[in-house]
């Protein structure tokens, strides 16, 4: 008996030295082989990733790489899907070539890997370029309506001291001779030629809609045109550049009209032109490129005026039937009250 419980003890201490072993061994593999002591690590910020860099699982295909795929029994079409869409390293010299074939390569995947190792390397990407802000616009510049130095349209103005602010500069208004005729014809006709018969242009109206109170008025022109020349000579302001260009007359007031005296002709010969003793004398002085200062020589009398553009006002006329030819001459007509 006592043999027998030896032996008994012996197993049980076997099988416990067993099982401690057996717990040590797991306790090793479950921490790491040479693990240092725990310490505090203050985390810092990741590393930035470089913008061009490949995945981690990203991998270069080389001849071996394809060699491999080949003997793995892939098909021709897979392994060259594989070749296009993988980065490669390939040799294509003779050797690598007929290495590859030996292997098993077909003529198709040794093609594919050829041209897959000619093709340029990929251009590397880029951040896209930020397009700068867009300057501002510039900030408009202030202008007031009533300074004459001011930018405003083309024509004629005067100043109107006794209208409400912003309104000062009063813009004239081009009218167009509507007619003209002829008189003294019997007079001349009596006199066998001698006297001279008249032609006139006649404006609509017996007076302007334009009205103006002070009879020392100034006038402003602006024109279109900063130097002298003759293109678009057809627009109302257009092809004159100075008011040395324009006549200012004094029109004779009919019941329904106004007219002026554009030219004289009797049975020796005829002459155009405004009649001097209706004219108007006016000074002028330059402001600026294209803008002038008109000042009257004397102040105005009651009565109806206009500037006459240099496009009309030669008439010519005949003894024989009394016919005329006038130009479409425009006027920038007003009224003194």
Excluded at 218 to 226: I, L, S, T
Excluded at 240 to 263: A, I, M, Q
Excluded at 289 to 311: D, H, R
């Amino acid at each position: 008996m006592p043999g027998k419980n030896i032996a008994m003890i012996r197993q049980l201490l076997t099988f416990a030295v067993i099982l401690l072993l057996t717990a040590s061994l797991s306790a090793q593999q479950a921490a790491p082989a040479d693990a240092a002591p725990a310490q505090s690590v203050t985390p810092s910020a990741p590393a930035p990733a470089a913008p061009d860099a490949q995945p981690a699982t990203a991998k270069t295909l080389n001849n071996d790489a394809v060699i491999k795929l080949v003997k793995a029994g892939l098909s021709d079409d897979l392994i060259v899907t594989t070749i296009n869409a993988s980065a490669g390293n390939y040799d294509t010299s003779a050797d690598g070539v007929i290495a590859l074939k030996a292997a098993g390569g077909s003529d198709k995947v040794v093609s594919a890997l050829v041209v897959k190792a000619s093709a340029p390397p990929p251009a590397p990407q880029t951040a896209p370029a930020i397009a700068a802000a867009p300057a501002p616009p510039p900030a408009p510049v202030a202008t007031d309506p009533d300074d004459p130095a001011s930018p405003h349209d083309a024509g004629i103005y005067y100043f109107d001291s006794k209208a409400s602010a912003g309104s000062k500069m009063k813009l004239l208004e081009p009218s167009v001779f509507g007619q003209n005729k002829t008189g003294g014809l019997f007079t001349s006709a009596m006199t066998y030629g001698i006297a001279k018969a008249s032609t006139k242009e006649v404006l609509r109206n017996a007076h302007s809609n334009a009205r103006v109170s002070d009879p020392n008025t100034v006038f402003y022109f602006y024109f279109e045109e900063k130097s002298a020349g003759l293109s678009n000579s057809q627009q109302p302001f257009s092809g004159t550049s100075t008011p040395n260009e324009y006549t200012l007359l004094r029109f004779d007031v009919k019941k329904d009209s106004r007219e002026t005296t554009t030219g004289k002709f009797n049975a020796y010969g005829a002459s155009g032109g405004t009649d001097q003793k209706a004219a108007v004398a006016f000074t002028y002085s330059r402001i600026k490129a294209g803008v002038y200062k008109v000042t009257l020589s004397a102040p105005l009398t009651k009565g109806e005026y206009g500037f006459m553009s240099p496009s009309g006002g030669l008439v010519v006329g005949s003894m024989m039937g009394g016919a005329t030819v006038s130009g479409t001459s425009r006027v920038f007509d007003f009224g003194v009250d």
